[in-house]
């Protein structure tokens, strides 16, 4: 597969959500993406009650825009043709297995030297905002590594379509630095909202979200 954007960039968004990238590949693996070339399917869901307004409105973006189904570790591109991989608040949904192997992935199909830019939610910043306000409801909410077992037969059909969105793990920089550094990553660094190391970015968002993330580069081994 290939494809370029004005700027010749070959760049992957996978887990974009709702927030595609102007002239990247854009992926999710939300069955709202899987379903939306078959747009009467959530609409019955819905009615279900086992899809939400905010899902119906993820697959109408994916059909406007072009977002495709992909799971994150397995990435529908070939060996060494990428110029970025970018995720932005994904890889806190994988466990630490899984987070190693999407990034085995990113590191096959990047370029030597290309860039792999990850977008996480900021643990720190969540544990300093505990220890001022010492709200620990609060502070344990923030973190969505909590789950609600499902009750009831709705409930329980809900979480068989749409699996468990919460987090699988929290991240630091330092800790996400470790984490792309033992995925065979090399000059690893943290930067600021807005700064990136890519040569060519083109049309992606540098500062997304950022309110509450960090902002983790690599690059691919020669």
């Known amino acids: 597969m290939n494809a370029k954007s004005g700027t010749d960039v070959v760049g992957i968004n996978i887990g ?3 927030s595609p990238t102007v002239g990247y ?3 999710d693996n939300s069955y709202s993406v899987r379903f939306a070339a ?3 399917v959530l609409p019955i869901l819905a009615r279900a009650g086992l899809a939400s307004g905010q899902q119906l409105e993820l697959a109408a973006v994916a059909r406007l825009k072009g977002v495709r189904w992909a799971p994150a570790r ?3 591109h070939l060996d060494k043709t990428v110029d970025v991989v970018y995720s932005s608040h994904m890889v806190e949904h994988l466990d630490r297995r899984e987070a190693l192997d999407f990034l085995g992935e990113a590191r096959r199909v ?3 030297g290309a860039v792999v830019r990850l977008v996480l939610p900021d ?3 969540r544990v300093d905002s505990y220890l001022q306000d010492g709200d620990a409801d609060h502070f344990v909410s923030r973190l969505y590594l909590t789950r609600e077992r499902p009750r009831g037969l709705l409930s329980r059909l809900k979480w068989m379509i ?3 969105r919460q987090h699988a793990w929290m991240y630091d920089a330092k800790s996400a630095i470790r984490l792309l550094e033992e995925a065979g990553f090399r000059s ?3 930067l600021q909202p807005g700064e990136t190391t890519i040569p060519n970015p083109g049309l992606l968002d540098l500062c997304e979200r950022q309110e509450d993330s960090i902002y983790i580069e690599g690059r691919a081994p020669a």
Request: hydrophobic share 40%.
């Open 123 to 125: 643990l720190r910043m």
């Open 38 to 40: 078959t747009p009467l």
């Open 188 to 190: 690893l660094v943290g």
């Open 16 to 18: 974009c959500g709702p």
């Open 25 to 27: 590949f854009n992926y």
């Open 162 to 164: 749409v699996g468990d």
């Open 110 to 112: 990047l370029k030597p």
């Open 74 to 76: 397995r990435l529908p």
